[in-house]
């Protein structure tokens, strides 16, 4: 008889991009076989009618599994998984708040904290003290705690004494696709001549420090991202979209028409100073693109010091002129990313550690 896996607090399947959803798709995809997998799965993100996916039960929620709703989303995915299923993954704190209940059923409960939501800038501090709660409560009451970064792996041992597993996160799913002519005239681009980045649209990613250093330069930036989901993003958009070489996009969720935006940049621009391993720098690893990210620790680890870093607006914009008077060896710095990435970022090694866990 299968183990049954439960996975719970994501926008669950499928799967469309970031770190969560891909994540969800390559559990599903390779351990389906395995074990019985059932994927607590947003209303909001559902399709209407799919009860499977590749090998995976869904079991939908009619809750957003971002923002407020998330506590009570993860709560109530919590409890039902509690009377069917024999391990619990747990994707996040924000729920967290109900293991003291959710241990009373004896279940295994895998939690993978991601980064410390807690400190994200756009919760105030009645939030950020819930969530900090939250996490104390999910690092403390889990079975096994997953570090998606060593940096990680080293906060929660210093913050609650706690050891954990490191699994970070694969990117080898991304593809390197031509630069087609539709795209050239499109986008006004040449083949490695421009620069790019896609991220959520949130403060602690430095959206405006990157803007602020791109705005004046001759190079043209293809930032792609949630532009609408915030009053935060609206403002930047705005106050940005009247310079040119500025392409600010909406989300794309065809991941060929991403990578072929993407894989084509001269710099890979990332500029996240909150979480873990990201895996949007993963997946640019892999792509073997020059990664030009912010100088923060997680970072420095998950490129293993081989990336170029700024810390602020002038140091972004000095490397912005390297880049545009050729300075800057970007094949060399790539293809280092990639092979660092083959080593470690493959969702084959992934999984694995996960297999292992359940």
């Known amino acids: 008889m299968k183990k049954k896996i439960a996975v719970i607090g ?27 997998i059932i994927v607590y799965t947003s209303s909001y993100n559902a399709v209407k009618g799919l009860k499977v996916y590749n090998g995976a039960k869904i079991k939908i929620i009619p809750l957003k599994a971002n923002g407020a709703q998330s506590v009570l989303y993860d709560g ?29 059923f004896n279940k295994k409960i895998v939690l993978n904290p991601d980064g410390a939501e807690w400190k994200r800038g756009k919760w105030n501090k009645y939030i950020k003290s819930f969530l900090k709660l939250s996490e104390k409560l ?4 889990s079975d096994v705690i997953i570090g ?19 699994i970070e996160y694969g990117g080898d799913h991304v593809q390197n696709v031509e630069l087609s002519t539709e795209a050239k005239n499109k986008y006004k681009i040449e083949d490695r001549k421009y620069a790019f980045k896609v991220c959520r649209i949130e403060p602690e990613n430095n959206i405006d420090l990157i803007l602020e250093a791109f705005k004046d330069s001759k190079l043209t930036l293809i930032l792609i991202g949630n532009w ?27 991941q060929k028409t991403l990578d072929e935006l993407r894989s084509n940049c001269g710099i890979y621009i990332h500029g996240h100073s909150v979480g873990g391993t990201n895996p949007a720098l993963v997946e640019a690893m892999n792509l ?71």
């Not at 409890?79 to 993954?89: H, N, Q």
């Not at 998606?148 to 490191?166: A, G, I, R």
């Not at 915030?230 to 909406?250: A, C, Q, T």
Request: proline content about 2%; hydrophobic content about 35%.
């Open 228 to 254: 609408n989901f915030s009053s935060y993003g609206k403002e930047i958009r705005n106050k940005y979209r009247d310079f040119k070489n500025l392409m600010l996009l909406d989300p794309i969720y065809e």
């Open 76 to 104: 109530i995915s919590m409890l039902d998984a509690c009377f069917k299923y024999d391990v619990l993954l747990v994707l996040g704190t924000s729920g967290c708040i109900f293991l003291p209940l959710i241990k009373l």
């Open 148 to 166: 998606d970064n060593v940096v990680m792996q080293e906060y929660l041992k210093k913050e609650y004494n706690k050891d954990s597993v490191l």
């Open 288 to 358: 073997g693109l020059c990664c030009v990210a912010f100088g923060v620790n997680y970072n420095i680890e998950t490129t293993e010091n081989s990336a170029i870093y700024f810390n602020n607006e002038n140091d972004l914009k000095k490397i912005i002129d390297s880049f545009i008077n050729n300075k800057i060896d970007t094949q060399k710095i790539g293809n280092e990313l990639k092979s660092l990435a083959l080593k470690r970022y493959t969702w084959d090694n992934i999984i694995s550690k996960y297999e292992k866990l359940f």
């Open 10 to 36: 994501t926008n669950g399947l499928p799967g469309r991009y970031g770190g969560w959803d891909q994540l969800l798709n390559h559990l599903s995809l390779m351990l389906s076989d395995k074990y019985e």
């Open 138 to 141: 999910g690092v403390k009451l």
